[in-house]
């Protein structure tokens, strides 16, 4: 047909094809966007949900994509091919095309990949809270080319899928409990087996505090004014922060309680022998006397 070499129909084409073909055409083409967008969605949405339903969010995520966009596709093509337009030009000029961007977005693609990957290997899912080089935050979506995170003080942050792939990164929430590590220095002097015992105590009044595994205390060397250790002790997943900040107040209130020193940074400082006496002079309030000076 005459319409085949035209990419785009001018008023004159338009009312000639018309005429050719009468309105009929033009009817099937909007009946097709009318009815075809919205049955695309809701196409979409049904695999979406029914892919979340038997596995996991991001799935039901790709899943909807995957559906709606090559129906939308298919619908396009229909109503062009209802309006008597020739796809061969149209198909040859998408190749071309096609190999352009190929070249261009060696990156998109290397994305689109490593999406793929991280959907089948399941390393994380939508609402696992994810640590990638320091940005942590809750993983809102996993899409074709990104994944994106809402950190704990409400910033968006995306990653690109590559980066997952080929980086290190952790999922602090995968499993259903996690142990919450507290730092305790205690004096030399204090009695090591009583402050273990004062440590366990602690962790056994508290509510939130899992007994199976049960609480440990490690000794975590020698420092320049304290024993330290580690006070390990778990709890379920959704009760970390209260656990690690209600733990560390009973600690502290309890040590208190006991006697059992927590020190802090002592420095001694020396005049140049360790047997001379440090220099100290009192001087009164106001300053030295008229003419006299201090000497250092």
């Known amino acids: 047909m005459w319409l085949q070499a035209a990419s785009t129909p001018s008023a004159f084409q338009l009312r000639s094809f018309v005429e050719a073909q009468g309105i009929a055409p033009l009817v099937r083409a909007a009946l097709l966007l009318v009815a075809g967008l919205p049955l695309a969605w809701a196409v979409a949405h049904w695999a979406r949900a029914y892919a979340t339903g038997i596995g996991k969010p991001q799935k039901g995520l790709v899943a909807g994509k995957i559906i709606f966009w090559p129906m939308v ?37 290397s994305n689109i990949i490593s999406g793929f990957f991280l959907l089948a290997e399941e390393p994380f899912k939508v609402g696992d809270v994810i640590d990638v080089d320091g940005i942590v935050g809750t993983v809102l979506t996993i899409d074709t080319l990104s994944v994106k995170i809402r950190t704990f003080d409400n910033k968006m942050v995306r ?55 049960e609480p440990i205390v490690i000794f975590d060397g020698y420092a320049d004014s304290s024993i330290n250790f580690k006070f390990a002790v778990w709890a379920k997943r959704e009760s970390f922060l209260d656990v690690r900040n209600g ?12 006697g059992i020193e927590i ?14 006496p440090f220099p100290i002079r009192i001087v009164p309030e106001g300053g030295p006397p008229d003419g006299e000076q201090i000497q250092t």
């Open 159 to 213: 990653i690109p899928n590559e980066t997952l792939v080929k980086s290190r990164f952790t999922n602090i929430t995968r499993f259903p409990i996690r142990r919450v590590d507290i730092p305790v220095g205690v004096a030399y002097k204090e009695d090591i087996g009583r402050v273990r015992r004062v440590l366990l105590e602690v962790a056994e009044h508290n509510p939130l505090v899992l007994m199976e595994p």
């Open 247 to 258: 733990v560390t107040e009973d600690l502290t209130e309890r040590l208190d309680a006991e």
């Open 73 to 109: 596709l298919i619908i396009l093509i229909s109503v062009l091919n209802e309006l008597g337009f020739s796809l061969a030009p149209i198909m040859g000029a998408a190749g071309i095309l096609g190999i352009a961007l190929g070249f261009a977005s060696q990156t998109s693609v």
């Open 263 to 276: 020190p802090f940074p002592h420095r001694t400082l020396y005049t140049g022998a360790v047997t001379d």
